[in-house]
T-cell receptor, first 114, second 116 residues
Framework: GENVEQHPSTLSVQEGDSAVIKCTYSDSASNYFPWYKQELGKRPQLIIDIRSNVGEKKDQRIAVTLNKTAKHFSLHITETQPEDSAVYFCAAPPRGGGYNKLIFGAGTRLAVHP | DGGITQSPKYLFRKEGQNVTLSCEQNLNHDAMYWYRQDPGQGLRLIYY???????QKGDIAEGYSVSREKKESFPLTVTSAQKNPTAFYLC???????????????FGQGTRLTVV
């Protein structure tokens, strides 16, 4: 079936360290890969996305890398801060694409300790 | 705040009763979605709609129904046929119009449904 696998499910780091979350997808035709952050009790919000015509995109302390050959993409957070603590979801279009529909990973709970 | 509103925030219902969750957006988005969120399982798609008067089943549509009579509104009914309805439900919208490259989805604040 269609799925997006996300690892790890939980991640604990010290403030100032880097955090990396990885997702794999199944459809080689997929071309849009967003990352959402959900703070406790709040709605998911887009933090960064990447399209298949680029291999990397950065926005201040966060970056996303895409390996189309291996069909995986990763979220990198540098110089982590306590406010980065949240659940992070990756997503990708389903097999066959189209209709702007996204399949989400199971999420990674990131804890940044002061 | 975000242009997409879900109500109510918390909902309690007795087992066997149908219940309808509201979702309204003023972003002029064509596409709207309902997701269910359970601990450790991410966001699972229940139903989605790309245009008024049309909607499609997602991965876990059994026991749910929707309507899309207006562009702004996409209510979700949790029926008595849904075997495990207690969950956190999230509504989302995006520009849609069959943009295969994908665009940002904007989420509502969610409704936590508890069936007792």
């Amino acid at each position: 079936g269609e799925n997006v696998e996300q690892h790890p499910s939980t991640l604990s780091v010290q403030e100032g360290d880097s955090a990396v979350i990885k997702c794999t997808y199944s459809d080689s035709a997929s071309n849009y890969f967003p990352w959402y952050k959900q703070e406790l009790g709040k709605r998911p919000q887009l933090i960064i996305d990447i399209r298949s015509n680029v291999g990397e995109k950065k926005d201040q302390r966060i970056a996303v890398t895409l390996n189309k050959t291996a069909k995986h993409f990763s979220l990198h957070i540098t110089e982590t801060q306590p406010e980065d603590s949240a659940v992070y979801f990756c997503a990708a279009p389903p097999r066959g694409g189209g209709y702007n529909k996204l399949i989400f990973g199971a999420g990674t709970r990131l804890a940044v300790h002061p | 705040d975000g242009g997409i509103t879900q109500s109510p925030k918390y909902l309690f219902r007795k087992e066997g009763q149908n219940v309808t969750l509201s979702c309204e957006q003023n972003l002029n988005h064509d596409a709207m979605y309902w997701y269910r969120q359970d601990p450790g399982q991410g966001l699972r798609l229940i139903y989605y709609s790309q245009i008024v008067n049309d909607f499609q089943k997602g991965d876990i549509a059994e026991g749910y129904s929707v309507s899309r009579e207006k562009k702004e509104s996409f209510p979700l009914t949790v029926t008595s046929a849904q075997k495990n309805p207690t969950a956190f439900y999230l509504c989302a919208s995006s520009i849609g119009r069959d943009i295969p490259s994908g665009t940002e989805a904007f989420f509502g604040q969610g409704t936590r449904l508890t069936v007792v």
